[in-house]
């Protein structure tokens, strides 16, 4: 495994306790930061059964639907978060951070590599069978 994808682990662990603590904050229930919670834990999973698939031997069908799932709910969660966070924070509607800004493209950008492993560990799959 590459370092820099030993450091982009490192990252989604550290990151994990401050993004399931701000979801508990703005939706004020347990499904959001428990989904959440499994949908990086799972994303981690991916980039380890990529390059470690004796490790985590994600064989089977039902890992597509994982991958489907990691997909939903991250996207779920950013749709949410974009509306609720300037909100929560108090920003000022000439605040980078609105729900039709380009600043949640960042977001996405980096969970990209987990989600290239993801559909890589898919089409292994898809390409055994």
């Known amino acids: 495994m590459p370092f820099w994808v030993t450091l982009y682990i490192a990252f989604m662990v550290i990151s994990l306790p401050v993004g399931v603590y701000m979801l508990r904050r703005l939706e004020n229930d347990w499904l959001h930061p428990v989904g959440g919670l499994l949908s990086t834990l799972l994303s981690i999973a991916f980039i ?9 031997p994600f064989n089977t069908n039902s890992t597509i639907l994982m991958f489907i799932f990691v997909l939903f709910w991250d996207f779920y969660t950013l749709m949410r978060v974009r ?13 980078e951070i609105q729900p039709d ?23 292994r799959i898809v390409s055994a069978s």
């Open 101 to 123: 800004s380009t600043a949640w493209l960042f977001g996405l950008l980096l969970m990209a590599p987990a989600y290239y492993f993801g559909a890589l560990v898919c089409l």
């Open 83 to 95: 509306t609720k966070l300037p909100d929560y924070l108090g920003m000022s509607e000439d605040s």
């Open 48 to 56: 380890f059964a990529y390059w470690m698939p004796d490790v985590v």
